[in-house]
């Protein structure tokens, strides 16, 4: 089994910068690829993903804008978010997998929140 747990959301000003962290612990050796997803409403969308290969994945809206990365020894992942709007608002959950996917989905951390004021 895998735990995730998000940190680094927050209040910002439309136009800001956030960085969130996805730390991983448990069976962290079976990790083949962290993701991003946000929920404002029923769907949970996927933001942006990342394999061990270092492929990435990033959604439209996401691109230009939003950065995955991951640090494998330290169990961690990592996304920061540039010039946020208030579109940006919404709960934001880590996710990993075991399988080498850009859509992870195996585990689930318990959300951040990220608010941007206008």
């Known amino acids: 089994q895998v735990q995730l747990v998000e940190s680094g959301g927050g209040l910002v000003q439309a136009g800001g910068s956030l960085r969130l962290s996805c730390a991983a612990s448990g069976d962290t050796f079976s990790i083949d690829a962290f993701g991003w997803y946000r929920q404002a409403g029923e769907r949970r969308v996927l933001v942006a993903a990342i394999?061990?290969?270092?492929?990435?994945y990033y959604a439209n809206a996401a691109k230009g804008r939003f950065t995955i990365s991951n640090d494998y020894a330290k169990n961690a992942a990592y996304l920061q978010m540039n010039s946020l709007t208030p579109g940006d608002t919404a709960v934001y959950y880590c996710?990993?997998?075991?399988?080498?996917?850009?859509?992870?989905?195996?585990?689930w951390g318990q959300g951040t929140q990220v608010t941007v004021s206008s």
């Open positions: 394999s061990s290969r270092g492929n990435t």
């Open positions: 996710a990993a997998d075991r399988a080498l996917t850009l859509r992870p989905d195996d585990y």
